[in-house]
């Protein structure tokens, strides 16, 4: 069989997807140990989930720590996590992890990486989600995310240069390895998540029911594009001015939108090609403030010149990250609160991984089980 190559964005953060590298083509399976092998690119409806009956409801999303967060990584996914976690029934299990080996595809500093990593689980907590509500944690104290990866792949990933190569089988054993049934992404993670049902598709029809197939749940914000260059998304490897952070304080956010890239088209007016900047600015006060009627924001702001429709758009940033600021700092000068939350929520997880795991290696004849019959 020729080789399967599926086109994956290789990203910086798994579920919800923060800082993207470049798209690549990786080979996946070009000898599958899998039976009835089905195309990895092959489309496939969302919507079905091969969830057993007794299996409760698990949201899992992840995010790579890169450090603070910028409002795109709020708005794309932090903020619809806080969401789900005050609107979900209490039987639902919330997983939210730091993903951290997804970091190490590349070179990387200890001490700025422990620092990241500390960021980045003061601002989960500081944008609102509960560590007695969700089971927060960090993925390298996991040790089944690495585990399970053998089982998933297809092809053997040892046979590539690992990291890069490997991210995708591992994005995948970060989502099946909590039985998830439900991952909010944002648009461009939704081909990752069809590589994850894929991989438990096949597994399932090789060793039966074992592994969820979950469903996706895109979230309510389009891409936040950089202030800067309005046509290419807010990322860390932008420059300084192309982004808002989540520590920033009031008078940063306003002389970062202030200085934002727009046009010299009098009038405001919503045309994403033809006024990318305003229109980025148009959609982030719109998400702000839990609007998608973009036009209509166009339309109440049309009287205003460039300057006050700035501030207007800072305005609804500064109340809407209200706070934040003030909880990160607080929660970050209490390392051992951190260190509690990070323990804690890697026991809870833990315990549900190697759960899966031990169902895994068993189906596959890995595991302890029963003893064969005598020939």
Same mark, same amino acid.
């Given at each position: 069989?020729?080789?399967?190559? !599926?086109? #994956?964005?290789?990203?910086?953060? #798994?579920?919800?997807?923060?800082?993207?590298?470049?798209?690549?083509?990786?080979?996946?399976?070009?000898?599958?140990?899998?039976?009835?092998?089905?195309? $990895?690119?092959?489309?496939?409806?969302?919507?079905?989930?091969?969830?057993?009956?007794? %299996?409760?409801?698990?949201?899992?999303?992840?995010?790579?720590?890169?450090?603070?967060?910028?409002?795109?990584?709020?708005?794309?996914?932090?903020?619809?996590?806080?969401?789900?976690?005050?609107?979900a029934p209490p039987s639902t299990e919330l997983?939210? $992890?730091?993903?951290?080996?997804?970091?190490?595809?590349?070179?990387?500093?200890? %001490?700025d990486l422990r620092r990241r990593r500390q960021d980045?689980?003061?601002?989960?907590?500081? #944008? /609102?989600?509960?560590?007695?509500? $969700?089971?927060?944690?960090?993925?390298?104290?996991?040790?089944?995310?690495?585990?399970?990866?053998?089982?998933?792949?297809?092809?053997?990933?040892?046979?590539?240069?690992? /990291?890069?190569?490997?991210?995708?089988?591992?994005?995948?054993?970060? !989502?099946?390895?909590? /039985?998830?049934?439900?991952?909010?992404?944002?648009?461009?993670?939704?081909?990752?998540?069809?590589?994850?049902?894929?991989?438990?598709?096949?597994?399932?029809?090789?060793?039966?029911?074992?592994?969820?197939?979950?469903?996706?749940?895109?979230?309510?914000?389009?891409?936040?594009?950089?202030?800067?260059?309005?046509?290419?998304?807010?990322?860390?490897?932008?420059? #300084?001015?192309?982004?808002?952070?989540?520590? %920033?304080?009031?008078?940063?956010?306003?002389?970062?939108?202030?200085?934002?890239?727009?046009?010299?088209?009098?009038? !405001?007016?919503?045309?994403?090609?033809?006024?990318?900047?305003?229109?980025?600015?148009?959609?982030?006060?719109?998400?702000?403030?839990?609007?998608?009627?973009?036009?209509?924001?166009?339309?109440? $702001?049309?009287?205003?010149?460039?300057?006050?429709?700035?501030?207007?758009?800072?305005?609804?940033?500064?109340?809407?990250?209200? /706070? !934040?600021?003030?909880?990160?700092?607080?929660?970050?000068?209490?390392?051992?609160?951190?260190?509690?939350?990070?323990?804690?929520?890697?026991?809870?997880?833990?315990?549900?991984?190697?759960?899966?795991?031990?169902?895994?290696?068993?189906?596959?004849?890995?595991?302890?089980?029963?003893?064969?019959?005598?020939?």
């Open positions: 069989m020729l080789p399967v190559r !599926i086109y #994956v964005n290789a990203s910086r953060h #798994v579920g919800c997807k923060v800082v993207s590298l470049t798209q690549r083509a990786l080979p996946i399976a070009s000898k599958n140990r899998f039976q009835n092998p089905t195309s $990895c690119d092959q489309t496939r409806s969302l919507s079905t989930s091969t969830t057993p009956p007794t %299996h409760p409801e698990a949201i899992f999303s992840g995010i790579q720590p890169t450090g603070v967060p910028h409002l795109g990584n709020y708005l794309g996914a932090l903020k619809q996590w806080v969401d789900l976690q005050n609107s997983l939210y $992890c730091v993903v951290d080996l997804h970091a190490i595809t590349q070179p990387q500093d200890p %001490h980045t689980m003061a601002m989960l907590l500081a #944008v /609102g989600l509960k560590a007695e509500r $969700c089971v927060i944690f960090e993925q390298s104290r996991v040790a089944a995310h690495s585990q399970l990866m053998s089982p998933l792949d297809p092809d053997g990933s040892s046979k590539l240069k690992l /990291g890069l190569f490997s991210y995708p089988v591992l994005q995948a054993a970060d !989502i099946l390895l909590y /039985g998830t049934t439900l991952v909010p992404v944002g648009e461009d993670q939704v081909q990752h998540l069809e590589l994850a049902r894929s991989l438990a598709g096949k597994f399932n029809r090789t060793f039966g029911k074992i592994l969820v197939v979950p469903k996706v749940k895109l979230a309510p914000a389009k891409r936040v594009m950089s202030l800067t260059n309005p046509t290419s998304k807010m990322s860390k490897s932008g420059s #300084v001015n192309s982004q808002i952070n989540l520590d %920033h304080s009031e008078s940063e956010i306003r002389l970062r939108i202030r200085g934002a890239l727009t046009d010299s088209i009098p009038g !405001i007016s919503y045309d994403r090609e033809a006024r990318p900047g305003v229109s980025n600015l148009i959609e982030m006060m719109g998400n702000m403030t839990n609007r998608d009627d973009f036009e209509v924001i166009a339309q109440e $702001c049309e009287g205003l010149n460039m300057k006050e429709f700035k501030d207007r758009v800072a305005d609804s940033v500064v109340e809407g990250l209200k /706070g !934040i600021k003030g909880e990160y700092e607080r929660i970050k000068g209490d390392a051992s609160y951190l260190e509690e939350v990070s323990r804690t929520g890697a026991e809870k997880a833990n315990k549900r991984a190697n759960e899966t795991l031990e169902r895994v290696m068993e189906a596959m004849g890995m595991g302890v089980g029963p003893k064969p019959s005598s020939p």
